[in-house]
């Protein structure tokens, strides 16, 4: 390109980057099809997928539970859940692609271990009250983070993200109710069980909103592009503020001491989080990571020949079209 013909780009992209700007400012909504500068596109590919993954590899957790669950009611609401999740997982990736990436780009990239997940889908589920609890504080703390997505400035995320909200709304509900049952109308040993789940998935929803705003490498851009709303330390105030009169009528306690509600600010303050332990665990050393990515690698190789039938049918029915 010659020096004339850099300078008339770099002046392009200026426009158009001006532009982008004024469109966010303004609180407009970006399509697929419109100019994003590339950091924009790299950092929704980032989210999106992972969010996509994370729901994928969130169904392991409670898929082990479905030929355990109590009664036909409880598997048929837990198979319902597990279904909608890989339902989400689809909508996501969808929303990814439409940002130029691909399906097996990202697929290869959470089996490499190069992309992320939620850290929350590395604890083992031990108990039926798991299952509960997952919907009650798990799915909860999901709601809590995705309803502000709904009005995330890139319209196709948006849009997935109302339904998917939907959809969890039932799943936390669910969750709530069995473990109303278990609570109010069970047997002190279910109580027990109720208790111990709680105590188990407390701290790791409430590492679910990510890092503290200090320590968080991306929010501040993100929060800047109206791809996050509500920061990762409000969410889970709102998430702490929104839960703990829940627990009251549930008849269960948080296993945090510092907990107390603070008169003054109108909210509670709560205790300090294991920021080693939230790492450890993203970074690949929890105590199911291994688990999980060699399931998901499996279930892959394991479908290769669904994948190559399907192709195998599509080749066909477009030669039969275009010889028609
Ligand atoms: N686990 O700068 P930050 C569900 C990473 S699915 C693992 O704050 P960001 C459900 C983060 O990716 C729940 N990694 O990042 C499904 C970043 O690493 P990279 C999933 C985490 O993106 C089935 C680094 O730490 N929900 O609910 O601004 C059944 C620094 O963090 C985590 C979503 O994905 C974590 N907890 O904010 C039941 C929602 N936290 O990428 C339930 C969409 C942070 O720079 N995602 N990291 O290498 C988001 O809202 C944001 O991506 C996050 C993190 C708030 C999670």
């Known amino acids: 390109m010659s020096v004339g013909a850099q300078d008339a780009a770099g002046v392009e992209d200026a426009e158009k980057q001006a532009a982008f700007d004024a469109r966010i400012d303004a609180g407009d909504f970006i399509e697929a099809k419109d100019w994003m500068p590339e950091h ?9 997928s992972q969010h996509a993954h994370s729901e994928i590899v969130g169904m392991l957790p409670e898929g082990n539970w479905i030929t355990r669950a109590p009664t036909l009611k409880r598997k048929a609401i837990l198979l319902a859940k597990v279904q909608d999740e890989a339902g989400h997982g689809l909508y996501l990736y969808s929303a990814a692609e439409t940002l130029g990436t691909s399906r097996d780009q990202m697929v290869n990239a959470l089996h490499t271990g190069k992309a992320k997940y939620s850290s929350i889908f590395n604890y083992p589920t031990l108990t039926w009250a798991d299952m509960g609890v997952i919907g009650w504080l798990v799915d909860g703390a999901a709601i809590m983070n995705q309803v502000p997505l709904c009005r995330c400035s890139y319209a196709p995320y948006a849009r997935a993200m109302i339904r998917v909200c939907r959809e969890e709304s039932f799943h936390q509900r669910q969750g709530y109710e069995a ?27 409430l590492m679910m909103f990510g890092p503290a705003d200090k320590d968080s490498p991306n929010s501040e851009q993100s929060m800047r592009w109206g791809i996050k709303r509500i920061s990762n330390d409000q969410l889970r105030q709102k998430f702490v503020d929104a839960t703990i009169p829940q627990a009251e009528i549930l008849g269960v306690t948080v296993p945090d001491p510092d907990l107390q509600w603070n ?37 892959w190789d394991d479908g290769a020949w669904v994948r190559d039938a399907a192709l195998a049918h599509a080749k066909k029915q477009a030669t039969k079209k275009e010889a028609a």
């Open 179 to 205: 473990l109303l049952v278990m609570m109010k109308q069970g047997t002190a040993e279910q109580r027990e069980m109720v208790q111990d789940a709680v105590n188990r998935w407390w701290w790791p929803s």
């Open 263 to 299: 008169e003054e600010r109108g909210e509670y303050d709560f205790g300090a989080i294991d920021w080693a332990e939230f790492w450890r665990v993203v970074n690949g050393d929890g105590p199911m990571n291994r688990e999980r990515l060699a399931a998901r690698v499996k279930a």
């Open 40 to 48: 924009y596109r790299k950092t929704l590919v980032r989210q999106i």
